[in-house]
């Protein structure tokens, strides 16, 4: 999402004997036919993400043609307030606020910290103080709910939990488990622990601690391929390697012949975001933080792109719909009543975009690549390289990136399938998960002893090597672009006594992709109804995860073991369409 003074190891052990797919029809694997690659430090070799990044960033800097520079090089900006943090600010603060929380609060290598904040500049800044400290990171959507909150608490085990003045309240109860007091990211006391003027100590004791690239870098939340929320293990070595595939892409394009200007809209504790922040300043970007005190609003981002000249937005596919939208449309009026005229591309990830979409964005923005990103938090983020001739490709993601294998295969009979077969997507790299914390089940589930990630999404790759994703094969629902389970919205409806048996299937909606639809079978003389159902999940889940729709049913279908049959409850209320809220 620059050379590097590290050596190289070869991932790859041989060319793939197509040079147009990388299918090699011998192993029946895909390989990558990216060379454009950061070389990858030895794997033994003590290093953290951060130290990684920064080397990146030196190294660009002090060869840069692009106008980069420390001190006046904006690293942070606050689309609010217009407030810039320069690179040299940065740095410093990042190795003040490492100090401060390594000598005042007592932080060190292998300590957890639970993160519950919106988008906010701090973010980025406690971010790479963690990395360099060897402290594990574990940020959560502050939406989430108590209960929710406190399971993820008893995954990652957390030693101390950052937060905001508005989220605080939600880690009273999960508080208990914590060694160290909650710290506030707008409190007066943390903006002190980034201003540190004690440098000379700062530099001896970080260079103190000694981070290996295996150690567990971050844990991020996912629902898998089905099930509960999980906690998803990344290594600073499965960064490093993301980190390097991107910056190899990115140094090739014209992103990198001017300062790239950078606004995200996605939230920092999402995988896209979160790798957002790294790339950024791997590459000395600007990163304009779109900060998300309040409701998202489609204008404030465009104009935001003209106050701060963004070349580039970060965003999900309900964004992208509502750029595309008609003139009379009061989300957006259209491009003619911004300034604009900064603007490169916009990145698009977290679910497919619908074709009719694409097109009606080219037709309103010719000016502006729309790039489509497609990864799992799983695979700490993208695995597939957008190059000018990918875009070009419209519905395809991309093709492999450097150092990833993948394989097509068929769901039913296990077998790899050639070019233009479609089946599940595996896939095979350096980025790839050490596995989900405390749950040695699930990991093996998705992930084999070989090392091959079964993605659960249907794909198939073309004659060309480009892939292009089809469908789901999991049962996650995406409501713009959030994984919402349905297994367990499944669980809490039926703990109501009210409720006998029930179902949740994606229900199709063209503003944020899927909504969560509930089928129930009401328990005799229930009279519960359609409003009662919503209130009792919302109630106990974040926004994103709220019922949108309900049926009610005599009987939930299922095949013989008890599995749910999802695919007829979805011709059922497609047979209808009525709208669902939002």
């Not at 197509?18 to 990858?40: A, H, Q, R, V």
């Not at 509960?228 to 980190?243: A, D, E, P, Q, W």
Request: charged share 20%; proline share 7%; with cysteine.
């Amino acid at each position: 999402m620059e050379a590097s003074p590290f050596s190289c190891i070869l991932y790859l052990t041989h060319l793939p004997p197509n040079p147009k797919s990388g299918f090699c029809s011998e192993t029946k694997t895909y390989f990558s036919l990216d060379t454009n690659i950061i070389p990858l430090p030895p794997q033994n070799a003590p290093l953290s993400i951060s130290d990684f990044i920064f080397s990146l960033f030196h190294s660009s800097a002090s060869g840069s043609s692009s106008g980069l520079s420390t001190t006046t090089t904006a690293a942070l900006i606050d689309s609010v307030t217009g407030d810039r943090i320069s690179y040299s600010e940065f740095i410093n603060q990042v190795e003040s606020l490492a100090f401060s929380l390594q000598t005042q609060i007592g932080l060190s290598k292998g300590d957890t910290a639970f993160i519950l904040s919106p988008a906010i500049p701090q973010i980025s800044i406690l971010y790479f103080s963690l990395f360099s400290l060897g402290v594990v990171i574990s940020p959560s959507n502050p939406t989430c709910s108590v209960s929710e909150i406190s399971h993820q608490f008893n995954l990652s085990k957390p030693a101390i939990a950052f937060a905001t003045s508005k989220t605080a309240h939600k880690l009273i109860i999960p508080s208990l488990l914590l060694r160290y007091p909650i710290i506030l990211l707008d409190s007066p006391e943390f903006n002190s622990m980034m201003t540190n003027k004690t440098i000379d100590p700062i530099r001896t004791n970080l260079d103190s601690v000694e981070v290996s690239q295996s150690d567990t870098a971050a844990i991020l939340y996912s629902s898998g391929t089905t099930g509960r929320v999980k906690g998803v293990m990344l290594s600073h070595r499965n960064l490093i390697s993301i980190i390097a595939g991107l910056n190899g892409v990115l140094r090739n394009t014209d992103s990198t012949t001017t300062s790239a200007v950078l606004l995200c809209t996605v939230p920092f504790f999402h995988i896209f975001g979160f790798v957002v922040i790294l790339k950024a300043v791997a590459m000395g970007e600007t990163l304009v933080v779109l900060t998300a005190d309040q409701r998202f609003d489609v204008r404030r981002m465009m104009k935001s792109v003209g106050d701060f000249k963004v070349t580039h937005v970060a965003v999900a596919p309900p964004v992208v719909l509502a750029m595309t939208k008609g003139s009379s449309d009061d989300l957006v009026v259209g491009m003619s009543d911004y300034d604009l005229s900064s603007l490169k591309a916009v990145i698009c990830a977290g679910a497919p975009l619908a074709m009719e979409v694409i097109a009606r964005f080219r037709e309103r923005y010719p000016n502006v690549v729309l790039s489509q990103g497609y990864g799992l938090t799983e695979a700490a983020g993208v695995f597939q390289a957008a190059y000018p001739d990918v875009i070009r490709r419209y519905g395809s993601v991309g093709r492999l990136g450097a150092n990833f294998q993948a394989k097509v295969v068929d769901p039913e009979t296990g077998a790899a399938l050639p070019p233009c077969k479609q089946g599940e997507l595996w896939v095979k790299g350096p980025t790839i998960m050490k596995g989900y914390v405390g749950e040695e089940e699930a990991t093996t589930a998705i992930l084999d002893s070989d090392g091959w990630l079964r993605t659960g999404d249907l794909c198939y790759i073309d004659n060309d090597g480009f892939l292009f994703v089809i469908d789901r094969l999991k049962e996650l629902i995406k409501y713009k672009g959030y994984q919402v389970p349905p297994a367990e919205l499944e669980e809490l409806l039926q703990s109501n006594p009210d409720i006998l048996d029930a179902a949740v299937i994606p229900y199709p909606n063209e503003e944020v992709g899927e909504v969560p639809m509930a089928f129930v079978v009401r328990r005799p003389r229930s009279s519960i109804d359609e409003s009662q159902v919503m209130d009792f999940i919302a109630k106990q889940v974040a926004p994103y995860k709220k019922i949108r729709k309900v049926a009610f049913i005599d009987s939930i279908p299922k095949n013989a073991p008890g599995k749910i049959l999802r695919k007829e409850l979805i011709r059922l209320a497609l047979s209808s369409r009525p709208t669902a809220k939002l």
